[in-house]
C-alpha cells in the first residue's frame, strides 16, 4: 500500500517587526503629543523627511549615541555629522532647520516683553541658543525702561574654555540702542557652569561702568549643558 505524501505548509517569510513603523509613529505623536515618544523617536520623525523610504530607527539611535543626546544631534557642526553613514546633506539641513525653528520660536517669546516678568523663558532661550556651542560665546539683550528686550547681539566668540569681552563695547552699543539696562549671558562648552575669577571681575567692572551711564547690569548668565547658573542668584552681582 502505497503512503499519502505529508502535506506541508508552506514557509511563512519572518514577520517584519518594523513593518508600518513609520505610521504607528506617527499617529502616537499625532494623538499622544511629543511627551509620547522618546528623544529617539522624536529624532524619526524628523528624519523621516530627508529620508523618506528607508528604516531610520538605527541611524537614530547611532546619532544619539554618538553625540549624546537629541540636543546635542540637532546642534552637531555639519562637519561632524556628515562623517556618520547615512547622514546625507538632505537630514544635516534638516537638523539646521529644526534648530533655527526653535531659536526663533524661543526667541518670540522673550523679544520685546518685559524679561523679568519671562525670566524662565529667557533661561530656556539661553539655554536652547549657546548650551551646545563648541566655542565660548558671550552675549548681550539690551533692555528698554520697561524691561522690554530691544535686542539680542553677541558680542564675543573665543576659544572652548575663553571669550574676549570689551565692557566699553558693550556701553556703546548699550547707548547706541537707548538701552537702560543689560542682560549679559556666555556658555562654558567644558559643562561646567561655575563662573572663572576673570568671570566674576569682568562681570563687576562692567556693572561698574554701566552705573556710571545709568545703566543697570540685570543679571550674568552662564550656560552650561547641565544648567544655567545666575551670578544674581549665587550673590555674585
Not at 48 to 63: G, N, S, Y
Not at 72 to 78: D, E, G, T, W
Not at 116 to 145: G, P, S
Not at 197 to 205: G, L, N, W
Request: hydrophobic content about 40%; some cysteine.
Amino acid at each position: 500500500m502505497q503512503e499519502k505524501p505529508i502535506k506541508t505548509s508552506p514557509l511563512k517569510p519572518p514577520k517584519n517587526h518594523r513593518a508600518g513603523h513609520r505610521s504607528r509613529l506617527r499617529d502616537r505623536f499625532r494623538k499622544a503629543g511629543p511627551d509620547s515618544v522618546q528623544d529617539h523617536e522624536l529624532l524619526e520623525l524628523v528624519l523621516f523627511r530627508a529620508i523618506p523610504r528607508r528604516d531610520v530607527k538605527d541611524l537614530a539611535h547611532l546619532l544619539i549615541d554618538r553625540f549624546g543626546d537629541l540636543s546635542a544631534v540637532l546642534a552637531a557642526p555639519r562637519e561632524d555629522l556628515l562623517t556618520i553613514a547615512g547622514v546625507s546633506e538632505g537630514v544635516a539641513d534638516d537638523f539646521l532647520v529644526v534648530r533655527a525653528a526653535a531659536l526663533r520660536f524661543g526667541q518670540s517669546k522673550i523679544l520685546h516683553r518685559p524679561a523679568l516678568a519671562n525670566w524662565q523663558d529667557l533661561v530656556i532661550y539661553c539655554r536652547t541658543k549657546m548650551a551646545e556651542n563648541q566655542l565660548e560665546e558671550f552675549h548681550v539683550l539690551f533692555l528698554d525702561k520697561q524691561n522690554r528686550i530691544i535686542a539680542d547681539e553677541k558680542m564675543g566668540q573665543g576659544t572652548v574654555d575663553h571669550t574676549p569681552v570689551y565692557p566699553r563695547e558693550v556701553i556703546k552699543r548699550a547707548l547706541s540702542l537707548n538701552a537702560t539696562a543689560l542682560i549679559i549671558a556666555h556658555n562654558h562648552p567644558s559643562g561646567n557652569s561655575s563662573p572663572s575669577r576673570a568671570d566674576i571681575e569682568m562681570t563687576h567692572k562692567l556693572r561698574d561702568l554701566a552705573k556710571g551711564f545709568n545703566i543697570d547690569l540685570h543679571d550674568h548668565l552662564i550656560v552650561a549643558r547641565g544648567e544655567v547658573l545666575s551670578f544674581k542668584e549665587k550673590g555674585l552681582l
